[in-house]
């Protein structure tokens, strides 16, 4: 081969190399968090790291508590026997937002860690307050309680999922203002009849407060509301959201 023509083939796959990294980290050289895409540039947040993982947060103070301001995306595995395991959470099958920042769906199980409280499909568990279930130490699975606090600090029901919906990746103009910084992604949830829904349309996430045997509380942002719901309940073989509260 003519070695112009060699060298010129050398530069074109050196120069897309060099692409390639800087579209992966960033011109810096450093890694990119694409979770900034779903983030008010306008929030300061901190950050913590889980150990177990080692993965990265950002995090954020509203009112007097301090929320992950990312859905949590840690794999539990298998655990546990009959009905107490928590061999179920999944990685988000969305298409409107990263899956890098989409986080894990979790069944209730998972999200209290059945292992060590006892709280599976069947059977009421009463686990001591707070409930660090699956997330960090340090942070736990927030109660509807501690929901009712976050949502009166944001003005309320009325506004919140207009306030806490993050700015991009709702279907139909759905998106919020995330004026506190909360970016609520809407990556559905995991049906218990084996499917991935609404995506696009829906952010839910698991309170640590049960309802009865097979039902535990939740709230529900939707693409088209403005309001968010704080008492709504659902089986809890259905994988939801996650977003843990400091300590």
Same mark, same amino acid.
């Given at each position: 081969m003519n070695h112009n023509i060699v060298a010129g083939l050398k530069s074109v796959a050196?120069?897309?190399l060099v692409g390639m990294f800087f579209a992966a980290c960033g011109e810096d050289g450093k890694s990119v968090n694409p979770?900034?895409?779903?983030?008010?540039?306008?929030?300061?947040?901190?950050?913590?790291?889980?150990s177990r993982d080692n993965k990265t947060y950002k995090t954020v103070t509203i009112g007097e508590q301090t929320w992950m301001a990312e859905n949590l995306n840690y794999d539990p595995g298998k655990g546990g026997s009959g009905e107490a395991k928590y061999d179920w959470s999944w990685s988000c099958n969305t298409k409107s937002v990263n899956r890098d920042?989409?986080?894990?769906?979790?069944?209730? !199980? &998972?999200?209290m860690d059945s292992v060590k409280t006892g709280c599976g499909y069947y059977g009421k $568990?009463?686990?001591?307050?707070?409930?660090?279930?699956?997330?960090?130490?340090?942070?736990?699975?927030?109660?509807?309680?501690e929901w009712n606090v976050l949502f009166l600090a944001v003005g309320g029901e009325s506004t919140a999922g207009k306030v806490l919906k993050?700015?991009?990746?709702?279907?139909?103009?759905?998106?919020?203002?995330?004026?506190?910084?909360?970016?609520?992604?809407?990556?559905?949830?995991?049906?218990?009849?084996?499917?991935?829904?609404?995506d696009g349309k829906l952010a839910l996430f698991w309170s640590s407060t049960e309802d009865h045997h097979?039902?535990?509380?939740?709230?529900?942002?939707?693409?088209?509301?403005?309001? !968010? &719901?704080?008492?709504?309940?659902?089986?809890k073989n259905n994988g939801l959201s996650i977003? $843990?509260?400091?300590?």
């Open positions: 050196i120069s897309f979770n900034d895409d779903y983030l008010n540039p306008n929030i300061t947040y901190d950050a913590m790291t889980d920042v989409a986080g894990r769906l979790y069944t209730w !199980a &998972a999200a $568990c009463s686990p001591t307050k707070p409930v660090q279930g699956i997330c960090p130490n340090g942070w736990h699975l927030p109660s509807l309680d993050s700015q991009t990746g709702w279907l139909d103009n759905g998106n919020g203002t995330d004026g506190f910084g909360f970016a609520a992604l809407p990556v559905g949830f995991w049906s218990n009849d084996g499917k991935f829904l609404n097979h039902n535990s509380m939740y709230v529900h942002l939707d693409y088209d509301l403005e309001e !968010a &719901a704080l008492s709504d309940r659902y089986y977003r $843990c509260v400091k300590d």
